[in-house]
């Protein structure tokens, strides 16, 4: 179900309403307080990985998210430097780092089709090898038409050109 879409409808429903039945709009405007702080509130929380649960948690309904794993031959050290070093030369605004927990957050500026989104990055050690994670995250919104995936591409690309020699 497309929670935000059924919010915004709801709320300006309400407005209008609120507008017929009062006859004061600039009263009625204030049924737009929940979704302008729900908003806020995730275009705050966006910047910090401590908030990572909060965009990734299945429960949260208020956005979309696509998730890919790749393995890779490079040590998890190394391979967390690398995707820091690829997220600062491309178009991807690197938020924050975790070099402990080996966790990138990248994100993608407010656009034309979205809020714009978060591009929570994990490096996990493995025997012989590194598994990296990658979640694309819209910030509010059940649709990214299409963000999420061209984020993913976009970034193995870039991933893959900086590797290159």
């Known amino acids: 179900m497309k929670i935000p879409l059924i919010l915004t409808i ?23 307080i929940l979704p302008i ?34 393995t890779s031959d490079i040590s998890s050290e190394l391979l967390f430097e690398k995707l820091v070093e690829v997220i600062n030369k491309s178009e991807f605004n690197l938020l924050d780092t975790d070099p402990v927990k080996l966790q990138v957050l990248a994100s993608t500026s407010v656009n034309f089709w979205t809020w714009g989104e978060n591009i929570y990055i994990e490096v996990i050690p493995t025997n012989e090898t ?4 990658l979640t694309s995250v819209t910030i509010f919104g059940n649709y990214s038409w299409n963000r999420n995936k061209k984020n993913h591409e976009h970034f193995y690309r870039s991933f893959e050109e900086s590797l290159t020699i």
């Open 10 to 32: 709801t709320t300006y429903l309400t407005y209008k309403v609120m507008v017929y039945t009062t006859g004061y709009p600039l009263v009625s405007l204030l049924v737009f």
């Open 130 to 133: 590194s598994q990296v994670n």
């Open 37 to 70: 702080l729900i908003l806020s509130s995730h275009l705050i929380l966006r910047r910090k990985l401590r908030y990572r649960s909060w965009f990734l948690n299945k429960s949260n309904r208020l956005v979309e998210r696509i998730h890919q794993e790749t």
